[in-house]
């Protein structure tokens, strides 16, 4: 490429007003972009904050309707479960994580039934439920990857049969997405969507989710052995090429602004349905300091979801979801 030098260049002709900005923008956030995590808890007319994520709450499933009703119509179209589960559910076994009656396949229920067009993705891992806070089950110390992935498998079909719309699998354990795609396949699931945690690094930037799903405490060492090492980018492309080729239908880079160079080789390299996800730590970071007047709290969170849209990514998994679908609603 070419280009005229100054003064036939002046790069401030298209910066002068705001309709000519707008008019060369490249990428733009829209609240159809837009996925919103939110915890749930048991019993009723409760919102429980949660410290380390200010403005979070664990919502009780009466709750839940209510807010998801409110983003709805604010304009978000897909909500992302994760439950806080009852001390006493949480086990070795982790039979909890793929009964139909767990905390999140009612909410599932509830939500299909009383917001038909709000789409519904869960996650699948059994952190929420293990007694040691691991993604799978552990056996003398050793995460093992093909028992957990038979107990993924039970706990994908559970969500699909309370009529989940896209399956979260974020255990980050081998050979899960085939498994998942198979019983969906022969169990009348067929359409069922996949959003693999394909590429999910092994994270410090997780903590205010541990405490949000009550997993911090009870956590016996690290995810390194499953997740992935923050210093690779290779290995995120052959595990997104790996989890389309056993049925994702779309693949998610996490955490998301430090990755964001992850997401646009995913983009570039495999033109697949892409998505990041920014987690806790990163709204955290933006919260904390936009409370202390640090940064300014709006303009930080529309330029760190609009810099996902420029990187490649397709929507954002976002705790800002709410916030941001008001905002671009005016
Ligand atoms: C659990 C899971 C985690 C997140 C989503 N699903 C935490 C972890 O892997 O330890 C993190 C989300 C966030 O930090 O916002 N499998």
């Known amino acids: 490429m070419t ?33 919103w995590p939110v915890f749930i808890r048991e019993g009723h007319n409760t919102e429980e904050p949660i410290a380390s994520m200010p403005g979070v709450s664990r919502l ?9 009703t409110e ?11 994760f439950p806080y589960t009852d001390q006493s559910l949480r086990t070795e076994d982790c039979a909890e994580a793929w009964s139909p009656e767990n905390l999140t396949n009612r909410a599932i229920r509830m ?11 869960t996650d699948i891992a059994l952190d929420p439920y293990n007694a040691n806070g691991h993604d799978g089950f552990v056996v003398d110390g050793v ?24 399956l979260g699998p974020s255990d980050m354990m081998d050979g899960r997405i085939g498994a998942m795609r198979a019983a969906l396949e022969e169990n009348g699931h067929q359409d069922v969507t996949i959003m693999s945690y394909s590429a999910k690094y092994a994270s410090c930037f997780y903590g205010p989710f541990r405490d949000a799903v009550g997993a911090s ?38 955490p ?3 990755y964001l160079d992850i997401c646009t080789r995913v983009k570039r390299e495999l033109q697949v349905p892409t998505f990041a996800y920014q987690v806790s730590g990163e709204y955290a970071m933006l919260k904390g300091a936009a409370q202390n007047g640090w940064i300014d709290g709006e303009k930080s969170m529309l330029e760190s979801l609009l810099c996902f849209k420029r990187a490649g990514c397709d929507g954002i998994l976002t705790y800002f979801a709410v916030d941001v679908a008001k905002y671009l609603k005016g």
């Open 71 to 81: 983003a709805h119509e604010a304009g978000v179209q897909v909500i992302c479960l």
């Open 217 to 254: 405490g009870r956590l016996v060492g690290d995810k390194k052995t499953y997740q992935m090492n923050p210093g690779n980018s290779d290995e995120a492309l052959r595990l997104v090429a790996r989890d389309l080729a056993e049925g994702a239908d779309m693949v998610m880079v996490k």
């Open 60 to 68: 009780t499933l009466d709750r839940l309707l209510v807010r998801a």
């Open 256 to 258: 998301g602004m430090p």
């Open 3 to 35: 280009f005229a030098d100054y003064p036939a260049t002046r790069f401030r002709r298209l910066r002068r007003t705001p309709a000519l900005r707008d008019l060369v923008q490249e990428h733009r956030l829209s609240a159809a972009d837009l996925i």
């Open 111 to 121: 939500l299909k039934k009383e917001l038909p067009s709000l789409a519904v993705m």
């Open 143 to 166: 995460i093992v990857n093909d028992e957990t992935v038979e107990a993924l498998v039970k706990m994908a079909l559970a969500q699909a049969e309370a009529g989940a719309d896209i």
